[in-house]
């Protein structure tokens, strides 16, 4: 043995290490290949684990990540997606990521590496086994890649330190690896040979030139225990058998197992002290591995199930036990099927195991047995873990229970498919049925219909009765519908009271009509509410489309099924109507219209005319009404009763109304300069322009002119008043407030009250042309005329006769004491200039 001497000043202050006997034996052997097979095992459990999978795109952000991607990134991985590696890892890390992808990303590679990385939000360095491959899309164009990582850390650690021993071990005299030293203790003296200076990291050369001596070498917490168990292991207390850690000179640390034997002489007083030095740090690793590879199987969250290789139960951690409520005596030497629900056949157990065999892996959902017998969900993994020669070794089941997430994955899919208040499919659900069997109707040649029902009148109950019972006749509608149906149908509730059916398999139009006649007639039946004896009605309008002759796909379908229901609620509601390509014409007729009335402005094509209106005891012209005229470059004069609804609905009839009204009170100041009275026109008032009247609008424009608000007569329908809304209320009284007349159009014809017309402070009442236009002696005319005549007097309210076309009615008109009529007797409507030219020259109207 070469040897050197190491002087050892002081004996109780620098001591060697303990001593313990050699563990050579063979019992040993026979333990640590146990261990080594168990440390196989539970190296594969944690490897399943610590696995993870996750995808990215070509910018190199998350796509996709499984959900062990939380224990390296410490976030819930929904927190992960959309984000690259410089968000998780230090620069030199996400740069080296960066290059590996690139590999894959720009070149099609398959990387296979070690990647090193230092998460950037606890400074931790992990070693990971990656395989990453490209995704490509049908054309064969990288779109991204996927990977998979294994966490080696721990695994490449300690094969770090074996890899060191073994180097040692090769350099070393001694096959053994193990450090001899003898201490001479009368003349103080330690003696190593060369493998104790590999122990402790150094050469012989440099030992002088770093270290005191060995003492100086030791851990600072574990040199004063050192000595100590020396001290006793010299006073014949105890062998010398321990552990201390060295600090090499490079920093790391080393566990160092001291075992020592104290050799007396003659008179029995310590000589020398004999001993051998090993390093067993890799072997305290291992140990350290395999606590935490039993505690991760210990505590997992996860409960595990291990199986031999004819499946037969052999150990299951303490989450099997919480989520199976069967202990490891209940099940051990038994079969899985013992956990079996019945709720799956043998065809399910065949392809599980076939594809387990065929890739040594499966995982899916699962319903398995409690110990209770209640049936839970599980997510199940099975793996099966071979022998070196192929053989099966075991089989690792790990499973979860999903049964609450099921449970609320099937309320969200309720929610987010069925009507909360009917139960009936809702739009979302029922355009994916209406896909379905439009691909069936292409496969099987046999026509499917839609019915788009709006129930009529439905708005009167929710208003008169309120949403609750609102909401009871909807359900009560919906139950009527669905018993119409066959089982094949579907009935769906699109929002408020509109429901749609599809009928699938329809041999011809018979049987659609049969089924909508069956909903008009039960939805057409009485509603009673909350035990009311009062019985209320109601009815249906349904437009009916048939695929493919009415619509090729769900948007077309669903629009003419849509001009269809208005055209039924048109023809007078309670009914139903086929969809015709009539509908479509007029509908892009419409459309057509509305985009060259939103131009007709800016092109100069609107136009404002006058009708004259007399006064009949004299036959003045006195007041004249606005008629707005629509002068189309292709198609020439448009009847008002054409556009003015479009622009009502389009919102246009608020510009168009201020205009018009522009144009008047231009014309009237005029008209005033000129013939040095004022001529009052009327200004009819569509009931949109009030929702969002500007009240002070009008008034402003008068003053500024400085015309007199009686200048202007502002005609409003009947139906308006019965809205009888704040908006209305205040817009009439502004009218009053500031001196502008108010008249009521078409009156008789609506459903005015005298109350009505009182709290309004109307001012004129307009006797709608259909009283005039049969106004002879030999009729009752007379009599509806002169009642309404004799009515407005009883107000204070003066009384306009329409659409006079004969010196009779004139005639007839003066003696029931009307007080101002207008119509074609007197004159058609004028453009500005002609009606000017008309009270030139015909200031007053001798008609009579």
């Not at 164009?141 to 300690?158: A, C, K, P």
């Not at 003898?182 to 104790?196: P, R, Y």
């Not at 004299?618 to 008002?640: C, F, S, T, Y």
Request: hydrophobic share 35%.
């Amino acid at each position: 043995m070469s040897s050197e001497n190491i002087t050892k000043p002081t004996l109780l202050k620098k001591t060697a290490a303990t001593s313990a006997e050699s563990h050579t034996n063979s019992a040993t052997s026979n333990t640590e290949i146990s261990m080594k097979n168990t440390m196989v095992e539970l190296k594969t459990l944690t490897n399943q684990v610590v696995s993870y999978t996750y995808m990215k795109d070509r910018m190199g952000r998350y796509t996709y990540v499984n959900e062990s991607a939380q224990d390296l990134f410490g976030i819930p991985p929904e927190h992960i997606i959309g984000q690259s590696d410089h968000h998780f890892f230090d620069l030199k890390t996400s740069d080296q990521l960066k290059h590996n992808d690139n590999l894959v990303l720009e070149f099609g590679e398959t990387v296979k590496q070690e990647e090193r990385v230092i998460i950037k939000s606890t400074g931790a360095m992990r070693i990971y086994q990656s395989i990453k491959k490209p995704i490509r899309d049908d054309q064969g164009q990288i779109t991204g890649l996927y990977g998979i990582s294994t966490d080696i850390t721990q695994f490449r650690q300690t094969e770090d330190t074996l890899n060191q021993i073994i180097k040692h071990l090769s350099l070393a005299r001694h096959a053994s690896g193990v450090g001899i030293w003898i201490w001479d203790i009368v003349q103080d003296k330690l003696v190593w040979d060369d493998q104790m200076f590999v122990l402790y990291g150094i050469s012989k050369d440099n030992f002088r030139g770093v270290y005191k001596d060995w003492s100086s070498a030791v851990y600072t917490d574990d040199l004063q225990r050192a000595e100590k168990e020396i001290q006793m292991a010299l006073c014949g207390e105890k062998k010398l058998d321990t552990v201390f850690r060295v600090c090499w000179p490079d920093g790391t640390i080393h566990n160092i197992h001291v075992i020592a034997t104290v050799i007396p002489d003659a008179s029995g007083k310590p000589l020398h002290m004999v001993g051998t030095n090993s390093d067993i740090t890799s072997h305290m690793q291992s140990d350290d591995f395999m606590s935490l590879t039993s505690a991760i199987y210990q505590s997992s969250g996860e409960a595990i199930m291990v199986t031999d290789e004819n499946n037969i139960i052999r150990h299951v951690n303490p989450a099997f036990t919480h989520m199976t409520g069967y202990e490891l005596s209940d099940v051990m030497g038994k079969s899985p099927r013992i956990l079996n629900s019945g709720r799956h056949d043998k065809n399910f157990y065949q392809e599980m195991w076939q594809t387990i065999m065929r890739t040594d892996h499966w995982q899916g959902e699962i319903w398995e047995r409690h110990k209770d017998d209640i049936i839970y969900a599980r997510w199940l993994s099975i793996s099966v873990i071979r022998h070196p020669n192929g053989d099966i070794y075991c089989y690792v089941a790990q499973f979860s229970d999903i049964t609450e997430k099921k449970q609320y994955d099937e309320l969200i899919l309720t929610q987010a498919n069925y009507d909360q208040l009917t139960g009936l499919p809702n739009r979302n659900l029922f355009k994916d049925r209406l896909a379905q069997e439009i691909k069936k109707s292409h496969r099987n040649k046999l026509p499917l219909a839609l019915c788009l029902l709006d129930l009529d009148h439905f708005k009167e109950i929710n208003d008169t009765l309120g949403h609750a019972a609102g909401d009871e006749l909807l359900k009560k509608a919906a139950n009527r519908i669905k018993s119409c149906m066959r089982e094949i149908d579907t009935v769906a509730r699109l929002g408020g009271d509109e429901f749609i059916v599809i009928l699938p398999e329809i041999n011809n139009k018979l049987c659609i009509e049969i089924v909508a006649q069956h909903i008009i007639q039960e939805l057409g039946k009485p509603f009673q509410f909350n035990q009311n004896e009062t019985l209320y009605h109601i009815s249906t309008s349904i437009g009916i489309v048939v695929f493919p002759e009415d619509g090729a796909d769900m948007e077309s379908l669903m629009k003419h099924a849509d001009q269809a229901m208005y055209v039924a609620k048109q023809q007078g509601r309670g009914r139903y109507c086929y969809f015709t390509a009539a509908m479509q014409q007029k509908v892009n007729e419409k459309m057509t219209l509305m985009r060259d009335l939103r131009e007709a402005l800016t092109r100069n094509e609107l136009h404002v005319y006058y009708q004259p209106i007399l006064k009949l005891t004299d036959h003045r012209i006195v007041k004249a009404e606005a008629l707005l005229r629509w002068k189309h470059p292709q198609r020439g004069m448009i009847n008002p009763a054409s556009f003015i609804p479009l622009a009502e609905e389009s919102g246009l009839i608020h510009e168009i109304g201020d205009w018009v009204f522009d144009q008047v009170i231009v014309h009237i100041q005029k008209w005033h300069e000129q013939f040095g009275h004022i001529i009052q026109v009327s200004v009819n008032k569509s009931p949109a322009q009030f929702k969002h009247a500007n009240k002070q609008l009008w008034s402003e424009k008068l003053t500024r002119l400085k015309l007199p608000g009686n200048c202007i007569n502002v005609e409003i329908t009947e139906g308006l008043l019965l809205k009888d809304t704040a908006e209305i209320k205040d817009c009439l009284l502004e009218f009053h407030n500031n001196g502008i007349d108010v008249s009521i159009d078409d009156f008789g014809t609506g459903f005015s009250s005298l109350s009505y017309l009182k709290a309004f402070d109307i001012d004129y009442l307009k006797i709608d042309r259909s009283f005039i236009s049969n106004l002879t002696k030999n009729t009752t005319d007379p009599a509806l005329v002169e009642a309404i005549i004799l009515m407005a007097q009883k107000l204070n309210i003066k009384t306009i006769a329409e659409g006079v076309e004969t010196r009779e009615q004139q005639d007839l008109l003066i003696e029931l004491g009307c007080d101002y009529a207008q119509g074609h007797f007197y004159s058609l409507p004028l453009p500005e200039n002609e009606f000017e030219k008309l009270i030139n020259c015909i200031p007053s109207m001798k008609v009579g």
